[in-house]
């Protein structure tokens, strides 16, 4: 998962006073709109935090998802500071390094939930399935560019992902069940946060965004 972190960084909006929520509420607003929920794209800034020297490793892109029956594929094509691509279909993470010519090949299997809640936590998802894989507060409702998003702090239940993020904290609009900020905790200190603008939601996406294109890259398993 080193080199899918280290592809997937995060960084962060200016907030709003926070309002109260209800949970339930919340999480039940998520569920009508998953139902309608079909494909995201949006542009990212995403910056890991290494907070031992406290450095920044910020990267930025546009970002694809779409829901396919209780699966959600992603692509993220990553345009600064260096040029790479990530896909994940439900079982396989591939990670595209031009500069090195390079596609390497991660096999979800049974670690598939830990790959789904860093890469497509907060993109079309149930209030439901969120209950089922963390324990979700509500901190309050705050407006991002305009948009009331409900802040959602997230402790993972399964102890597998728990080793990966302390707890997860994302702001969503409820309405369309779309994250347009996480932070993501790591027990080591380390944080990532990401941000999402230019939100098209259920716009037609053309199938290739989600294919890798066979270029001759040197092909790694993992």
């Not at 949970?23 to 935090?49: E, N, R």
């Not at 066979?214 to 993992?222: A, F, Q, V």
Request: include cysteine; glycine fraction near 8%; charge should be neutral.
């Amino acid at each position: 998962m080193l080199l899918v972190s280290a592809a997937v960084a995060f960084c962060a909006f200016p907030m709003a006073y926070a309002q109260s929520c209800d949970t339930a509420k919340v999480l039940a607003q998520m569920d009508a709109a998953s139902a309608k929920f079909q494909s995201t794209q949006a542009d990212f800034k995403w910056d890991v935090l290494q907070s031992v020297v406290n450095e920044h490793d910020v990267q930025s892109g546009t970002v694809y998802f779409e829901r396919h029956g209780d699966s959600t594929s992603m692509a993220a094509y990553i345009k600064q500071p260096a040029e790479k691509t990530v896909f994940f279909n439900g079982s396989t993470l591939t990670l595209l390094q031009p500069d090195i010519k390079q596609e390497t090949l991660f096999s979800a299997g049974s670690n598939r939930g830990q790959y789904e809640s860093f890469l497509t936590l907060g993109f079309g998802g149930s209030g439901k399935d969120l209950q089922s894989n963390w324990t979700v507060t509500c901190q309050g409702m705050e407006s991002i560019d305009g948009t009331q998003t409900a802040k959602l702090d997230l402790k993972p239940k399964q102890q597998s992902v728990a080793n990966m993020f302390s707890h997860v904290t994302v702001w969503i609009d409820p309405g369309r069940s779309l994250g347009l900020k996480q932070i993501f905790y790591e027990p080591s200190g380390d944080n990532r946060t990401a941000t999402y603008t230019g939100i098209k939601y259920n716009t037609k996406i053309p199938a290739e965004m989600f294919k890798p294109k066979d270029k001759g890259y040197n092909i790694i398993r993992k």
